[in-house]
């Protein structure tokens, strides 16, 4: 390998003028006026839900798989629902779930929210979760029926899901 002279270089200048430093904006403004819309709607459903509406479905859903293997049928204690604290996507945010589409979302407390992110197939049997591929009204309808029947105590699962 041939060498020459070394490259001339000129040492870089510290406090130059010319440089105008801003520090990065942490939102887009289109970014912010979604927030804006979202954050009325969190509150809106906060409000409007005092009490988690996975608790009761978690419930049903233990007293099941708890249940007595020799067929009797399970015992439901009393539960008392948390309060709600999170707002859970039914469809995840980085998956394309809207953040403010209403029926995308669900008023959870930490706990059940903690418990659908670490058990993601439990929770979409639970209708507690989608896939992104289930972006549609009548996925959504059906999730939301999966959870009634869940709460009341029938055992079922969507018509998609296979274990």
Known sequence: MKRGKPLKRTPLKRGDSQLKRTPLKPRSKKMEDIYVERRALVKELLESHDYCQACMVYHVFDAFENSPPHGSPPVFGVVKPNKTRDIHELINRSQGGSITQHNNLLAVCRPCHNRITTNPKEAERLGLHLE???????????????????????????????D
Do not use: Q, Y
Not at 132 to 144: G, K, T, V, Y
């Open 132 to 162: 992104s591929w289930c972006n549609a009204e009548d996925f959504f309808i059906e999730a939301e029926r999966v959870r009634n029947e869940w709460a009341s105590g029938n055992v079922t699962k969507p018509r998609w899901f296979s």
